[in-house]
């Protein structure tokens, strides 16, 4: 199979070396209050943790209706709208939130797992060292190894699929092309995928689409403002 990329990258990060990005450009309007000093209407937005706690439920484990002529057992990576998927039997899957390659790093391409390890040690490729001289030569597995709890390793590539305690980068562009899980979820799924199993990772240039994305989860409710006056019918 042709390769989309020759570069091979890290596919993961130093635990306490990257930087949490900004949340401040994806806040959502909360509700409005009339301001009887201004006599107009003022739109007030989520706060910090308001926002954290939408991404991570954005990207929590659920099992999701999805048909797919791909036999159960399969994982469908689709990068696009970070979302991992393991297809279940009778149009069902679990799917996970990921985090996927950064710009220039992105890839497509069928694999199979080839190896399944428990806190994997970490030797960073020839490629980061150039890069990154500072890191280590080698990391043995722990909770502060960037591989995380556990890892799939697809057939004779540098990539993986792999845990992470950088919780925040989750359904973001971080990795050099590995795809990265919380930690739980990467257990839960090492604990359900079988060495062989089919690998297809939706990209740049895939054959495959995208997969629509199902919105399963619980509505939010409205938060009610601060000083809130009933609005004058229109």
Not at 5 to 26: E, N
Not at 74 to 86: E, K
Not at 147 to 164: E, F, M, P, V
Request: with cysteine; net charge positive.
């Amino acid at each position: 199979m042709r390769r989309l990329v020759t570069f091979f990258g890290a596919c993961a990060t130093v635990a306490g070396l990257s930087a949490i990005p900004a949340l401040a450009d994806q806040r959502q309007p909360a509700g409005q209050f009339y301001d009887p000093n201004t006599k107009t209407w003022v739109t007030y937005y989520e706060t910090q943790a308001e926002m954290e706690k939408r991404e991570q439920a954005k990207f929590a484990r659920a099992t999701v209706p999805l048909k797919s002529d791909e036999a159960p057992g399969t994982v469908i990576v689709d990068t696009v709208n970070r979302y991992l998927y393991l297809i279940q039997p009778d149009d069902q899957a679990i799917r996970y939130g990921i985090g996927v390659g950064k710009e220039g790093f992105e890839w497509s391409g069928v694999e199979r797992v080839a190896r399944k390890a428990e806190w994997p040690g970490w030797t960073p490729p020839a490629e980061m060292l150039q890069r990154r001289p500072d890191l280590p030569r080698y990391m043995a597995g722990g909770p502060k190894n960037p591989l995380g709890a556990r890892a799939l390793y697809l057939g004779n590539t540098l990539y993986r699929i792999h845990g992470t305690n950088e919780n925040w980068s989750i359904g973001k562009k971080v990795s050099s092309g590995c795809i990265r899980l919380r930690n739980a979820d990467v257990e839960d799924l090492y604990s359900r995928v079988d060495l062989g199993a089919k690998v297809i990772v939706i990209g740049p240039n895939s054959k495959y689409a995208p997969i629509p994305v199902v919105d399963n989860g619980p509505k939010p409710k409205p938060m009610p403002a601060p000083a809130l006056l009933p609005r004058a019918a229109t």
